[in-house]
């Protein structure tokens, strides 16, 4: 199975063009829009959601599992997925790269300070997390502040073969 590496020119919506991808239409289009929402927070709930279905669109909603919003609305993000949401993995504490301009970034989230251990240990327990609550053992990741080096490794090669696709954004 080839693998996909969608690399966002925006945070939440991208076009992937179907043609370049598999030489051939994607169901029939020339393309499709993709909507991802980050960090699992509460106004994807209350806003995009309620929106996306009046609208009979369908979001991409990459979760931090250890997010109140996650944490406290389980039943809400369940409902979600039931409904052809996907639920994405975007690791279970959101570790960034701290330093210059990420001073919002705890020490203990600092992926400088992470091993390539603990961050993949990280992502697989919010598949285990998710799958609970969706039921789906095949899923997509987003990187959590378009880094993909823990302390200074990468840990792509780690988790290649975890997801259907993996997104990052620049």
């Known amino acids: 199975m ?3 590496f969608l690399i966002a020119a925006g945070i939440f919506v991208w076009m992937i063009p179907a043609i370049a991808q598999f030489n051939q239409p994607w169901q029939g289009k020339k393309c499709a829009v993709v909507l991802t929402y980050d960090d699992a927070i509460s106004q994807h709930l209350d806003n995009a959601l309620p ?3 009046s ?3 369908k979001g991409t909603f990459y979760i ?3 997010s109140p919003a996650f944490r406290d609305r389980v039943p809400e ?3 979600a997925a039931s409904n052809g949401h996907e639920l994405g993995n975007h690791t279970l504490y959101h570790p960034c790269i701290g330093g210059p301009g990420r001073e919002w970034v705890k020490p203990e989230y600092d992926l400088k300070n992470y091993s390539v251990k603990k961050i993949v240990e990280e992502i697989r327990m919010t598949d285990t997390v ?3 609550v969706d039921g789906k053992t095949k899923r997509t990741f987003a990187y959590t502040c378009a880094d993909t080096k823990a302390g200074d490794s990468s840990y792509t090669a780690q988790i290649i073969n975890d997801f259907v ?3 990052n954004v620049r």
Request: hydrophobic letters at 55%.
């Open 77 to 79: 993000w369940r409902r």
């Open 55 to 57: 609208l009979g669109l």
């Open 2 to 4: 080839k693998k996909i």
């Open 130 to 132: 998710l799958q609970a």
């Open 51 to 53: 929106v996306l279905d």
């Open 165 to 167: 696709a993996i997104r």
């Open 64 to 66: 931090t599992a250890f």
